[in-house]
């Protein structure tokens, strides 16, 4: 059954969503930690269903699947009680562990494993020193690209400590996919606002993302950059186009 291209907001009907115990992925489109979880779906070729919802204006009804109102959140319905997982990387390592095919995406070794995501965590500083530029925020503090350029050095030492093509090593795994959805958005600021990486100071990570935009999985996920920044030039407005994500969808 498909779902209409558009986001749920106030007021609207709850969707008709049959019960056939398939995965219900409540997403917003542009929404990087809901990107993570379409990157594990589609690493896992794992069938779902798509649910866009509004942030800024929510259903009345998306309560009874996130309380909290967060995306993404994945209802379990082959479930006893059909329970729904938040937060991006809960989700992830559940869908890592039950479906383990085609491969496991997270170190099967427990240090490997809780050092890759400490790592992930220590991305965090560099989504909040950029969000008020990505955002095209007005009010974005003066340091905000040099605190986000000092957060993103940290991940250039990793690559060239690690010595591999990937995060994860010489294939792609769960750090690399983790981080790829702010990678995607990065270049949309060189429209919006000239910025881009600087070459000299980032080859690595250069090379890693133009490396990682090959992925199957990547490009199958993937907005256009244009797309990217329509949406950020509208949150500057203070009204969030969610659904120019399907502008070019006939």
């Known amino acids: 059954m498909a779902l209409p291209q558009k986001h749920f907001k106030r007021g609207s009907t709850k969707p008709e969503l049959p019960d056939d115990g398939v995965l219900r992925y409540f997403t917003m489109a542009f929404c990087p930690f809901s990107h993570r979880i379409r990157l594990m779906l589609a690493v896992k070729q794992i069938p779902h269903h798509t649910i866009y919802v509004d942030l800024i204006d929510k259903p009345e009804w998306y309560k009874d699947y996130s309380p909290l109102g967060k995306v993404p959140a994945v209802q379990l319905t082959n479930e006893k009680d059909q329970p729904t997982l938040v937060e991006s990387m809960v989700i992830a390592e559940y869908l890592d562990e039950q479906y383990p095919e085609p491969r496991q995406l997270f170190p099967s070794d427990p240090l490997k494993k809780a050092q890759d995501k400490i790592l992930i965590e220590r991305f965090a500083p560099v989504v909040s020193a950029i969000y008020p530029v990505l955002t095209c925020n007005p009010n974005a503090p003066a340091d905000a690209i040099k605190n986000f ?27 690399d996919y983790m981080i790829w959805p702010w990678f995607e958005r990065f270049p949309s600021m060189k429209i919006n606002s000239q910025y881009e990486l600087d070459e000299k100071r980032f080859g690595k990570l250069l090379k890693w993302r133009d490396l990682v935009a090959q992925d199957e999985a990547v490009k199958k996920t993937a907005l256009d950059l244009q797309l990217h920044a329509e949406f950020q030039k509208s949150k500057t407005l203070g009204k969030p186009q969610y659904d120019i994500a399907f502008k070019n969808i006939a």
């Open 149 to 175: 350029e000092a957060a993103l050095g940290v991940f250039e030492e990793e690559l060239e400590k690690r010595g591999t093509p990937y995060f994860s090593g010489q294939d792609i795994g769960i750090v």
